[in-house]
């Protein structure tokens, strides 16, 4: 049995195709830009840099409270179904000639499931000078010192 599971979350884009993030040194938030899969100007970091602080983290640091919430939410059938996937093999096995074991019922960790996220058209673009293929949303009043999100290079819009 594979004990690692991959459950896609989709996770709204505003209008320009923007992601919400949250930094995990400053907790503000801003946007990334979502590239498309394969696309050419999508930068191959390691990790990001925050537009507001300028303080670098991991590709995955970057989940707001409500996505990660969502995340799980979104997630919890596949894992339901992960599971009973596994007490069905379980249960399969224990059976032989000798001895019938069935089990009743059906696994549920009963998680809701979320309300699909909307993403309002909130925050500016701005592209730094030195990485304009990756641009970013920040809020209207902190443009005047924001961090290139691949470089960390401060930059005023
Ligand atoms: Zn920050
Ligand atoms: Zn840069």
Known sequence: M???INIP???PL???GFLR???PNCEEEFKWFSHAEGDPDAEQVDQY???RCGQGAGLDSWWTPAQLEYAHG???PA???FVNGALDDLFKGLNSKHLKVKRSGRYSS???TPESLHEPDDMVIVESPCHPNEPVKVSGDATDRVYCLVCGSPFAA
């Open 74 to 76: 979104a997630a919890a």
């Open 14 to 16: 505003d209008a320009d």
């Open 110 to 112: 009963g998680t809701p």
């Open 9 to 11: 979350v989709s996770l």
């Open 79 to 81: 894992i339901d179904d």
């Open 49 to 51: 840099f925050c537009p």
């Open 21 to 23: 993030r949250e930094c």
């Open 2 to 4: 594979n004990d690692e």
